[in-house]
């Protein structure tokens, strides 16, 4: 079973529409949550770390919920520079070894 | 700053064949790491280290080597290059402990045919 498994999409929203992301992880000792983004070709980038209360950096927000162990990322009002794959990575244990998502692909229309 | 830095972008190797790719980072992280990313598969950890001298193994770490002998570089070897390691390599690094960004090199694309 995968440590972190998340729906592929891809997803295709036109601008200004609200998407939301979600990613399940396995392991209940998972301690750091965070979300990156990859652009084609690219390296991944942080996004944002997610926090146990949520949290929010303007149009994006990320929960956590320890007790069904999944976690989600909400972008509103899409705009085309939003298309990329978004990362769910994971932290367990002493925290040397991060897991990835396989990436959800978000494509932004005009 | 460079950030983390990767040589060389693109490689192509025949079964066999032995090589090293090249990671280095000025942000005096303890903490750096290898992955792969396939299709289909997500980045997976190969190895990481989390100070110079220090070294293990991540999620898939046969047919790989590593050292690090200083805090900056953290070579990827491969031994006896074989086509199921085509895939492309990244190199991140970040401080150790705790939630932290790890930031990311640009990546080395491999072929092995």
């Known amino acids: 079973r995968k440590e972190v498994e998340q729906d592929p999409g891809p997803f295709n929203v036109p601008e200004g529409a609200t998407v939301a992301f979600n990613c399940t992880y396995s392991?209940?000792?998972?301690?750091?949550f965070f979300w990156y983004r990859q652009d084609c070709r690219k390296e991944p980038k942080l996004l944002m770390s997610?926090?146990?209360s949520g949290n929010e950096d303007g149009r994006f927000t990320a929960q956590l919920n320890r007790a069904s162990q999944y976690i989600s990322l909400l972008i509103r009002d899409s705009k085309l520079s939003d298309s990329a794959t978004y990362l769910c990575?994971?932290?367990?244990?002493?925290?040397?070894?991060?897991?990835f998502g396989t990436g959800t692909s978000l494509t932004v229309i005009p | 700053n460079a950030g983390v830095t990767q040589t060389p972008k693109f490689q192509v190797l025949k079964t066999g064949q032995s090589m090293t790719l090249q990671c280095a980072q000025d942000?005096?992280?303890?903490?750096m790491s290898w992955y792969r990313q396939d299709p289909g598969m997500g980045l997976r950890l190969i190895h990481y280290?989390?100070?110079?001298?220090?070294?293990d193994q991540g999620e898939v770490p046969n047919g790989y080597n590593v050292s690090r002998s200083t805090t900056e570089d953290f070579p990827l070897r491969l031994l006896s290059a074989a086509p199921s390691q085509t895939s492309v390599y990244f190199c991140?690094?970040?401080?150790?402990?705790?939630?932290?960004?790890?930031?990311f090199g640009p990546g080395t694309r491999l072929t092995v045919t």
């Open positions: 991140a690094s970040s401080y150790s402990g705790g939630p932290r960004e790890q930031y």
């Open positions: 997610v926090y146990s």
């Open positions: 942000m005096n992280h303890e903490y």
């Open positions: 392991n209940s000792a998972s301690q750091s």
């Open positions: 280290s989390v100070g110079a001298g220090i070294t």
């Open positions: 990575v994971v932290n367990i244990g002493t925290g040397n070894q991060f897991y």
